[in-house]
């Protein structure tokens, strides 16, 4: 499930976590919000990290300013 494209934009798999992240939320819940495994849901997470768009923090995870950005234009 690669999140992110080549060109650092938000594959279909990564804009479908950036939507559950509309409301910040840990592994678990996403995994939850979107119907995907946790191990998916995980890897993509790392991705979309790495990628700026989202970011760790104490209850799971959130999206970065970049993030609610991409979200907008998609």
């Not at 790495?50 to 998609?74: K, Q």
Request: with cysteine.
């Amino acid at each position: 499930m690669a999140c992110v494209n080549p060109d650092g934009s938000p594959s279909p798999s990564g804009l479908l976590l950036l939507r559950a992240l509309e409301r910040p939320g840990s592994e678990r819940e996403l995994a939850g919000r979107t119907g995907r495994p946790l191990f998916q849901v995980r890897s993509g997470l790392r991705e979309l990290e790495s990628a700026g768009l989202v970011r760790a923090i104490p209850a799971g995870f959130e999206l970065t300013e970049g993030g609610r950005e991409r979200l907008a234009v998609a």
